[in-house]
């Protein structure tokens, strides 16, 4: 198998109906962490990271409607939010699509042209119930309330002639790849879920078309008048749409979909069945291989239910940003849960955060470093080769944890390397607890070597050894923490300085919070 040397991340592209909300910038806060991880191990022209927006279905027709504009007018505004955000959270996506791109239609009109000549999409009658908010099928089996069994608003009958992606024809085929591929869906528990959906059901053929009559704002398809395509086939292809082509041959070519490529997934959970058996599907008859990994992130929840749109308890994230900042939001969504699993959102949590992680643990080791560094060295930077230095037992072990200096770069961070991969479930949190444990090690350094002692009884060089040590250690995590808060990083190494330290305001300043105190 061709070695793989590049990278290429995606999220999902978000619903322009409404406003962004923290759910969708928890999947781009940890796409654009992961992207700036890879960058640095793989360079920056060897990843690529993909983020946009699905504009196209009767939701969004429904929303423009609402507001008196056309679907058009409607999603050029919002998308305009979308991007504000992920700007303002510092997402370095390297594109952005949007569905009503031409990149896109050609692509999604091209791949079904292929499966209808290959015969996987045919043409066939529908009957059932449909929930039109979520723009989902079901079966009378499975909605006997004829209620949507995921968001309980009630389905609309329908009856009418579509065309249809027969699943069933590769129901094995998938049920194998995926028990061959345990890195293909994560985490484990999303894994099991699909392949005993898959062992349990036959599938039933996915309608990949709507009629023009119940719904004029989807992409057209070629062979059929009267049909848009259904918007989930339109949205998935976005991955492949966005990125390559279809040659004249069917055979589809791009840089970052090739086996030199590990592609990745993110999504939340609400769409794994989607992600994990349309879409595999889908490549599969269209003869593109698989992406690498599928990876189920959970939700975020609001007291007892999932924050969203529909439920009407969603927090703006930009509110989060203007009280907290960017890094804190940044931090607290990546390190409060391991990704993976639900979490409860409290601005209570947050600060609780803020105040034992960042202003006392890191905010307060580069403080109190800082300040005597100024004291005592009118703010020079004490010059040592620490790694040759010997220092007393604590300090030999704050050593042995640090990266070696540029020579012997090789080992890099390990632990933060391994705990960002697939095979650790890309588990943010662990990442930062090893960063974590560096900063504690520091700051419980500085209190049992009481370095102020040193100053006292004039040991200079040891305290400058000291000082020089503790220097290194902030420069490092700043380094570390680089790709999941950039901006805090940048202004470590601008507070850090070449030779002479530019001692700012406290990075964290600790937030006062009457409840989380007592
Ligand atoms: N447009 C589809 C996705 C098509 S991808 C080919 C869609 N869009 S969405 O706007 O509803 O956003 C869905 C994604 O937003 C979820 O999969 C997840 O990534 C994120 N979240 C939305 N609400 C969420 C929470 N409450 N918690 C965490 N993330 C969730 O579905």
Redesign the pocket.
């Known amino acids: 198998m061709a070695e793989k040397n590049k990278f290429y991340i995606t999220?999902?592209?978000?619903?322009v109906n409404a406003s962004p909300?923290?759910?969708?910038s928890?999947?781009n806060i940890a796409a654009d962490t992961l992207a700036r991880h890879m960058r640095r191990v793989l360079g920056k022209e060897n990843t690529w990271f993909l983020t946009g927006t699905?504009e196209h279905g009767q939701k969004i027709e429904r929303a423009a409607e609402k507001q008196g504009l056309t679907p058009g007018q409607f999603v050029d505004r919002v998308v305009v939010q979308f991007r504000d955000l992920w700007d303002k959270l510092n997402i370095s996506y390297n594109d952005f699509i949007r569905t009503t791109e031409d990149r896109h239609i050609k692509t999604v009109q091209r791949s079904l042209e292929i499966l209808y000549k290959n015969g996987d999409i045919y043409e066939g009658k529908y009957e059932g119930w449909y929930c039109t908010p979520d723009e989902t099928f079901w079966l009378e089996s499975q909605a006997p309330d004829k209620l949507c069994p995921d968001c309980r608003r009630p389905l609309e009958e329908i009856k009418e002639i579509n065309y249809f992606l027969n699943l069933q024809k590769y129901q094995s085929w998938l049920i194998e790849y995926i028990k061959n591929n345990p890195l293909f869906i994560r985490p484990e528990n999303r894994r099991n879920e699909i392949l005993s959906f898959l062992t349990l059901n036959k599938l039933s053929p996915l309608c990949i078309s709507r009629p023009k009559e119940r719904l004029s704002w989807g992409i057209p398809l070629s062979f059929s008048a009267s049909h848009v395509t259904y918007v989930?086939f339109d949205?998935?292809i976005?991955?492949i749409s966005a990125v390559g082509e279809f040659d004249a041959n069917d055979k589809y070519h791009s840089r970052w979909w090739g086996e030199d490529s590990r592609v990745v997934h993110?999504?939340?959970?609400?769409?794994l069945r989607?992600?994990a058996v349309y879409w595999p599907i889908m490549l599969k008859a269209l003869g593109i291989r698989m992406p690498d990994t599928i990876f189920a992130?959970?939700?975020?929840?609001l007291g007892e239910g999932?924050?969203?749109k529909s439920r009407g308890n969603v927090v703006n994230p930009l509110d989060m940003v203007d009280k907290y900042g960017i890094d804190t939001y940044r931090y607290f969504l990546l390190r409060e849960v391991p990704f993976g699993l639900d979490g409860n959102f409290s601005e209570d949590s947050i600060i609780k955060r803020f105040n034992a992680d960042l202003a006392n643990d890191l905010g307060n080791l580069i403080y109190r470093t800082l300040n005597m560094v100024e004291k005592y060295f009118q703010g020079k930077i004490p010059q040592h080769d620490i790694f040759s230095r010997r220092y007393d037992a604590a300090g030999e072990e704050i050593k042995n944890i640090l990266d070696f200096p540029a020579s012997q770069r090789a080992s890099f961070s390990r632990d933060i390397n391994s705990s960002l991969s697939a095979e650790s479930d890309f588990n943010f949190s662990l990442a930062f607890e090893s960063i974590w444990r560096r900063i504690s090690m520091a700051n419980k350094y500085i209190e049992e070597s009481k370095p102020w002692n040193l100053a006292k009884e004039n040991k200079i060089d040891e305290l400058s050894a000291f000082l020089g040590l503790m220097i290194e250690v902030i420069s490092q995590v700043g380094r570390q923490i680089e790709s999941f808060m950039p901006y805090t990083a940048d202004l470590i190494k601008e507070q850090l300085g070449e030779k002479e330290i530019k001692k700012g305001k406290p990075l964290f300043p600790r937030i006062e919070n009457k409840e989380t105190d007592t």
């Open positions: 999220t999902p592209i978000y619903y909300h923290i759910g969708h928890y999947t699905d989930w949205a998935l976005n991955y993110l999504i939340g959970k609400d769409i989607h992600h992130h959970g939700w975020w929840m999932k924050m969203s």
